[in-house]
C-alpha cells in the first residue's frame, strides 16, 4: 500500500506521514527505540519491505532466515493483515538497550488478531534495532 505524506501516519501518532514515519523508511535513522518501534508498525501498514529487515537487530531469530524468504514472509503479513492502530503503554530506555510495550491492532479480513507486545530494542553502531518481542496478549489465533 502508498501512504501519501499527506496521510495520517499509520503509528495514530497524530502526525502526518510525512512528518513522522516515512522519513525513516527513506533512510533516516529513528532517534529513539519508541520511534523505531512506531516506524516498524508503520512499515507493516506501508510495505516497507526493506525498512522491516535493515531495522532487525543482527542476533533476532529472523535475522537469520535467507533475506528472500524473510521478505515474502514479510510481504505476505503486509498483503494479509490490516494495520488499524497503534498505542503504546510504555517506553523505557537504559544506554544502549530500551522496551517499549505496545498495543497493535491488527485485522485479517474483519477478524481481530490484536495483540500486545513488549518490545526489546538495542542500539548497534549507534542505530536502534528491533532485538526480540513476547506476546503478552493475544486476541485470536493466527491462521
Ligand atoms: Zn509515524
Same mark, same amino acid.
Given at each position: 500500500?502508498?501512504? %501519501?505524506?499527506?496521510?495520517?501516519?499509520?503509528?495514530?501518532?497524530? %502526525? &502526518?506521514?510525512?512528518?513522522?514515519?516515512?522519513?525513516?523508511?527513506?533512510?533516516?535513522?529513528?532517534?529513539?527505540?519508541?520511534? $523505531?518501534?512506531?516506524?516498524?508498525?508503520?512499515?507493516?501498514? !506501508?510495505?516497507?519491505? /526493506?525498512?522491516?529487515?535493515? &531495522? $532487525?537487530?543482527?542476533?533476532?531469530?529472523?535475522?537469520?532466515?535467507?533475506? =528472500? !524468504?524473510? @521478505?515474502? *514472509?514479510?510481504?505476505?503479513?503486509?498483503? *494479509?493483515? %490490516?494495520?488499524?492502530?497503534?498505542?503504546? $503503554?510504555?517506553?523505557?530506555?537504559? @544506554?544502549?538497550?530500551? &522496551?517499549?510495550?505496545?498495543?497493535?491492532?491488527?485485522? =485479517?479480513? @474483519?477478524?481481530? $488478531?490484536?495483540? *500486545? /507486545?513488549?518490545?526489546?530494542?538495542?542500539?548497534?553502531?549507534?542505530?536502534?534495532?528491533?532485538?526480540? @518481542?513476547? *506476546?503478552? /496478549?493475544?486476541?485470536? %489465533?493466527?491462521?
Amino acid at each position: 500500500m502508498n501512504i %501519501k505524506p499527506s496521510s495520517a501516519c499509520p503509528c495514530c501518532s497524530g %502526525k &502526518t506521514y510525512g512528518a513522522c514515519c516515512r522519513p525513516y523508511h527513506a533512510g533516516a535513522e529513528p532517534p529513539d527505540a519508541e520511534s $523505531l518501534m512506531r516506524s516498524r508498525y508503520s512499515a507493516f501498514a !506501508a510495505s516497507e519491505i /526493506e525498512y522491516l529487515i535493515r &531495522t $532487525l537487530h543482527p542476533e533476532h531469530p529472523d535475522a537469520v532466515v535467507p533475506r =528472500d !524468504a524473510l @521478505g515474502a *514472509t514479510l510481504r505476505e503479513a503486509c498483503r *494479509t493483515y %490490516k494495520y488499524t492502530g497503534l498505542t503504546i $503503554l510504555e517506553s523505557r530506555s537504559e @544506554g544502549e538497550v530500551a &522496551t517499549v510495550v505496545f498495543r497493535a491492532k491488527v485485522f =485479517d479480513k @474483519g477478524r481481530d $488478531l490484536s495483540f *500486545t /507486545e513488549a518490545s526489546q530494542f538495542e542500539r548497534v553502531g549507534g542505530a536502534w534495532r528491533y532485538r526480540s @518481542g513476547e *506476546t503478552l /496478549e493475544r486476541q485470536g %489465533k493466527a491462521p
